[in-house]
């Protein structure tokens, strides 16, 4: 058997180190990257990426108590701490990341109606938007979903408006909005107060608490152009309190 030179042994050790520091150097990327999004969403990171299947049929199977306050909706509603901004409350959470409102037509009875709720909070069509849904598409979805809540239950039904985005926010590969547009976000909100009106429905317009002087979501209140920080739902639980009642 052949025995290495001392040339080649070098070479070897050399290739080993030159391996050893590229990991070294990707694990610290990750682990950048990791300590970046932790601190723009904490545990909330973990619920963009959990099955929405999952998340809808484990909601079905809760024992949660019934006639309380419902909030329902996508990453925006799931990502709110209800016990946090809601105090005394006792809210019920139905909110699931990167839902649609076809998702949640489709877990409307199991997930929310099944509660019997006294107060239902409804906000969705954002992530309709991501997949080429329509203002038309999403606002016939809403209709049918307001329509299915008035219908199966007494409770009183709030629908807050679709939150403005922010294309802009800094750093770009945290930025969420992707394909959503601002235009199809005021057309779907233009729709809702008379869907609203002729189901019995309460529109609230967040909105406007949340855009800056040139209509896209304040920057102070956002980690990344669509998704919302403790301060922005602070104000949006303040305006929303004296609705529940």
Not at 57 to 82: K, R
Request: proline share 4%.
């Amino acid at each position: 058997m052949k025995r290495r030179s001392a040339k080649d042994e070098f070479f070897g050790e050399k290739l080993r180190l030159a391996l050893l520091s590229v990991s070294f150097a990707l694990v610290c990327v990750a682990l950048s990257v990791f300590l970046v999004f932790w601190q723009a969403y904490g545990d909330n990171m973990f619920k963009l990426i959990g099955s929405k299947q999952s998340k809808a049929d484990a909601y079905a199977a809760s024992d949660d108590p019934h006639g309380g306050v419902v909030f329902f909706g996508d990453s925006l509603t799931e990502f709110c701490d209800l016990d946090e901004f809601y105090p005394g409350l006792d809210a019920i959470n139905r909110g699931i990341a990167g839902d649609t409102t076809n998702g949640m037509l489709d877990r409307v009875r199991s997930n929310v109606v099944a509660l019997e709720p006294s107060v239902v909070v409804f906000l969705g069509g954002a992530n309709d938007l991501h997949h080429g849904g329509t203002p038309e598409q999403i606002t016939e979805n809403i209709s049918q979903l307001l329509s299915i809540l008035a219908e199966e239950t007494s409770a009183k039904i709030i629908v807050q408006s679709l939150y403005p985005l922010n294309p802009y926010t800094f750093p770009q590969y945290m930025n969420f909005v992707s394909d959503r547009k601002n235009e199809d976000v005021l057309a779907v909100n233009a729709a809702l107060p008379e869907i609203c009106e002729s189901l019995g429905a309460t529109f609230i317009d967040i909105h406007s608490l949340l855009k800056d002087k040139d209509g896209l979501l304040d920057a102070r209140y956002t980690p990344d152009g669509l998704h919302v920080n403790a301060t922005a739902y602070k104000i949006i639980a303040d305006f929303l309190t004296p609705q529940l009642g």
